[in-house]
């Protein structure tokens, strides 16, 4: 069964330091997504990603996060700086075409010291 | 991605048992829902969907009740399993025209053999 994939799977950064968490999304997907997920809080909306662009993005997502399809199968997302609160699991997502589902990786675990 | 979750609601079933968990969504304008389940360390997986033009959706051993009067979402369980034990989320589609996703906060469900 076709599934996304994610790596690293755990991340240990200094604060500061730029981070880019990797995704290999289903291979016939053509909607991307990036959430996360605070320890012990809900699920939330970063970004998505369609054709090559930002379709839309949460007030999370500020200009230390970008996004990133580098080539035909890896979806990235980079934080430049990063903070003690960005410490959570984060989550890439992908959905086909005219398809609401959307199928998620098993997450990265980052976590800024 | 763990959910400790603290302060989590949680519903507690003996095996065998139905399992109803129950939603509140708050945006009048979603027209799609989705249930995910989220084991521990794992991202969240789809369980079933339902789009606003209906209010009944039935899978394997799941139904999902959509009830628009009052805002509110249905998952259950038939027949629970201690396979079933996860965190159970509901998110729903804002209708803003690309597939995000606002998620609940989650219900802990707890299957005792």
């Known amino acids: 069964e076709p599934e996304v994939t994610q790596t690293p799977s755990h991340q240990v950064t200094q604060m500061g330091q730029e981070v880019i968490l990797r995704c290999v999304p289903i291979s016939n997907h053509l909607y991307f997504y990036w959430y996360r997920q605070i320890l012990g809080q809900k699920v939330e909306f970063l970004v998505s990603f369609y054709n090559n662009e930002i379709s839309e993005k949460s007030e999370i997502f500020d200009d230390q996060f970008s996004v990133e399809r580098p080539d035909g199968s890896n979806f990235t997302l980079k934080i430049r700086s990063t903070k003690l609160e960005d410490s959570a699991m984060y989550f890439c997502a992908s959905s086909g075409h005219g398809e609401l589902e959307a199928f998620f990786g098993q997450g990265t675990r980052l976590t800024v010291v | 991605g763990e959910s400790v979750g603290l302060h989590l609601p949680t519903l507690s079933v003996q095996e065998g048992d139905n399992s109803i968990i129950n939603c509140a969504y708050s945006?009048?304008?979603?027209?799609?829902f989705i249930w995910y389940k989220q084991e521990s360390g794992k991202g969240p997986q789809f369980i079933i969907d339902i789009r606003s033009n209906m209010d009944k959706r039935q899978g394997q051993r799941v139904t999902v009740l959509l009830n628009k009067t009052v805002k509110h979402l249905s998952l259950q369980i038939a027949a629970t399993q201690p396979g079933d034990s996860a965190v159970y989320f509901c998110a729903e589609n804002p209708g803003t025209g690309f597939q995000k996703l606002v998620f609940g906060t989650g219900t802990r469900l707890l299957v005792s053999p």
């Open positions: 945006n009048s304008a979603s027209d799609y």
